[in-house]
């Protein structure tokens, strides 16, 4: 059975809420989801998300997942191949994107003055 996300016509999501730090993220990154649900433990559906990191927060280890996943930069850095302490890596700016298949590694990922990403997450219905 698929998993549809719900009809929204424009509107502006509330900066303010709704805001919460994933599992398995540090503090300092945080998401808003903005439409659809991913069920990760039976592999459907889909998500629509901001996810933002404050100014100098970083992650260690590279992310893996058996979704497709979209992501675009909408404003500030975003650092990809950082080290374990947050060093090194190549920085991004404001109107980037990228495309992962299932289970390509990705990151680790770091914000030197913060940035905002809208990200889109999916399955391929079978």
């Not at 709704?18 to 592999?43: F, H, N, S, V």
């Not at 970083?58 to 997942?65: A, G, M």
């Not at 650092?79 to 090194?88: A, H, L, M, S």
Request: proline share 9%; charged share 25%.
């Amino acid at each position: 059975m698929a998993i549809h996300k719900e009809h929204k016509e424009f509107h502006t999501p509330d900066p303010s809420k709704g805001w919460e730090t994933p599992a398995g993220y540090p503090r300092g990154i945080e998401q808003q989801i903005l439409a659809g649900m991913l069920d990760e433990k039976e592999r459907r559906g889909h998500r629509s998300r901001h996810l933002r990191f404050a100014p100098g927060v970083y992650t260690t280890e590279p992310f893996v997942h058996d979704y497709w996943e979209e992501v675009y930069l909408v404003s500030g850095d975003l650092i990809v191949g950082n080290d374990r302490q947050g060093n090194g890596g190549e920085k991004f700016g404001p109107n980037t994107y990228a495309c992962r298949p299932p289970g390509t590694p990705h990151g680790p990922f770091k914000s030197d003055g913060g940035c905002l990403l809208f990200e889109i997450h999916y399955y391929d219905e079978s």
